[in-house]
């Protein structure tokens, strides 16, 4: 036994010069860490951009045909302008007289029947006891102007006609309105109307036109009667 505690002894010996005699390792030195490299973001990838569909192709408009040309119309003719009834007799003239200052023209004498006169007229003269039983109704176109400074009186359309052995007024509502008060310069034109029992109008031969002179504002004459005598020609006869 005891040699048995020898060979442990020695043992223990050995295992101890052993750990001694062993030297510790040097920590090997700390290395840096390698820097991160930076790296750039890389853009993201662009989207695939879509392809377009394709659109239809219109299709293509039918060519229009050509219009017709129109064939031309005839023209229509003019028509012509009515003058009076061939029954209507009317005689241009070129008459004046001057009384005072205030002269009357006298530019036509017309003649017609009763019934070749507008519808509107006679019915106007239907109940006049003036146009009662006429076969000519007469009409004398004039013109008045007064030449002088001052304000005159005049009345043409209240004047006196003589045909044959008639003797009539001038139908004064039914002529227009020639007569009355004319300031300086004024010139007033129309016709007077006057109606013929006895003669047709083929039957004048002549019309006598009677006006009374002219007065100023103090009811003084300033001249003679005016007197026209205008002669129908046998033509119109």
Known sequence: MRKWI???AAAALLAAALACGEST?????????????EVEPTEPPAEPTAIPEPTDTPAASDTPNPTDTPEPTDTPEPTPTEGPPESVIQIPLEMSQDSGGVIIRVTQLSLAPLDAMPSDFLAWVEESDYWAETQTVGGIAIEVENTTDGMISVYPDQGLIVSGNEQRDVALFESDDVGGDFMAGVMKDGAVLFALKRQAPDEVESVRYVVDAPFDEDWNDL???YEFLIEVPDSNQ
């Open 223 to 225: 001249g003679p009667d």
């Open 25 to 37: 390792p040097e920590p090997a030195p700390a290395t840096e860490p390698a820097q991160a490299q």
């Open 6 to 8: 020898i060979l442990l």
